[in-house]
């Protein structure tokens, strides 16, 4: 039996009006001449978010495109910009949903290792330290604020570069930065942490570390979307804490039957990680019967739309296209099914289970 023994965040910062304290934290990690960057998701473009990031001297401030999930295309552009305008830099401060948190690892990762992004999709291929990183998310729900991986779609796959030089040196989690946030995207992300719970505590990788902070995730997400009828700001202070646990839930444990489905769904059309959860968890009663139908209900309390029908029209090639990603995803259906996995999920009930999403 070999044991995981993983990195974990090196400093943790949380509370309501944390953000202030932003410099204070750079400040000794500021390098003689060398700018920290801030990547910022593109949705705070105008927003008074920006006024009160800490930047200074030749500090840059990046908008991230975070139209589509991040690609190893992206974060090698953003990488080179930076070794051209500054040689190196003294940190990547990501402050935004997960794919802005995913970036800034990953950019972070690429101002000290050779080549592609692309070269380092997979387990442990990171070489050497990238350079100081921070996450501030301003979405909770993924848990890439503490987890080691970055998910980048590349020119071949879908995968992260997951190293123990991938999780951050620092987070910062304030809550205040997720007020606001449109009610279905907070919905879809949020189910991301609702799903990494049911899948961590169901599956067979289960153990109790993973058990007491998936319990403690699910916990709160019942608390923020069934116990409440409307949102407030103690809701957004959950479900940030909920985020966290879930993802130290799974980070000793793995997601299941609708991450390997919905990576599928991804790869092929693009479909986004927190709205494809929730169109494959949907109908997913047969493998999570309990997990499902309190899902329904959240989703009919919220008043939240969940697509159908998105997979009608697709060819045999585009199915098996789709397939072929899913059953890839190995560790999520071993969790899943157990090691028998290959003999339950066939190709052929695979496809059914496609063909009614
Ligand atoms: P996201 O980062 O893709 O953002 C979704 C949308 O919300 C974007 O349009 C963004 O501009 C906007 N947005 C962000 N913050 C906002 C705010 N406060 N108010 C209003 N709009 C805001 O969404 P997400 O669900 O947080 O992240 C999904 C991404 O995270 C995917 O790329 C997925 O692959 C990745 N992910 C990574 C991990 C990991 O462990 N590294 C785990 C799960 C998911
Ligand atoms: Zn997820």
């Not at 930065?177 to 991301?192: E, I, V, W």
């Not at 299941?256 to 494959?280: E, F, M, P, R």
């Not at 290959?342 to 063909?355: A, G, P, S, V, W």
Request: charged content about 25%; glycine content about 10%; overall charge negative.
């Amino acid at each position: 039996m070999q044991f995981r023994n993983f990195k974990m965040v090196g400093y943790v910062i949380y509370g309501r009006g944390s953000f202030n304290q932003l410099e204070q934290i750079l400040e000794p990690r500021r390098e003689d001449s060398l700018p920290m960057i801030f990547l910022v998701d593109h949705f705070f473009k105008d927003k008074e978010l920006v006024r009160n990031i800490p930047a200074k001297g030749k500090d840059k401030i990046i908008f991230a495109d975070v139209t589509y999930e991040p690609k190893t295309t992206y974060v090698d552009s953003i990488a080179a910009e930076l070794k051209e305008d500054f040689g190196m830099v003294s940190g990547i401060i990501g402050i935004g949903g997960g794919s802005t948190l995913d970036l800034a690892k990953a950019v972070s990762l690429m101002m000290r290792n050779p080549g592609s992004s692309a070269d380092y999709q997979g387990w442990d291929l990171v070489q050497v330290p990238g350079v100081y990183k921070a996450g501030i998310p301003t979405l909770s729900g993924t848990g890439a604020e503490v987890s080691r991986t970055t998910v980048l779609t590349g020119p071949t796959k879908k995968l992260g570069m997951n190293s123990d030089y991938t999780p951050f040196d620092q987070i910062l989690l304030d809550p205040e930065l997720t007020a606001n946030s449109p009610k279905d995207q907070r919905f879809y992300t949020g189910m991301d942490c609702y799903i990494h719970c049911i899948e961590s505590l169901q599956g067979t990788f289960l153990n109790e570390f993973s058990k007491s902070y998936g319990e403690k995730a699910l916990q709160l997400c019942r608390e923020v979307f069934l116990e409440k009828d409307s949102w407030n700001d103690e809701s957004d202070d959950k479900l940030m804490m909920a985020s966290y646990a879930g993802g130290m839930s799974i980070a000793y444990s793995q997601v299941g039957v609708a991450h390997a489905v919905s990576y599928g769904l991804s790869y092929l059309l693009g479909t986004k990680h927190g709205i494809g959860n929730c169109i494959v968890f949907n109908h997913l009663e047969e493998y999570y019967p309990e997990g499902v139908r309190e899902f329904k209900k959240m989703v009919e309390q919220s008043g939240i739309y969940i697509p159908k029908g998105i997979c009608a029209g697709l060819t045999e090639e585009q199915f098996d296209k789709m397939i072929n990603v899913s059953l890839g995803m190995k560790p999520l259906w071993e969790n899943a099914l157990g090691k028998e996995w290959e003999k339950i999920m066939t190709r052929e009930r695979l496809k059914d289970l496609y063909q009614k999403l």
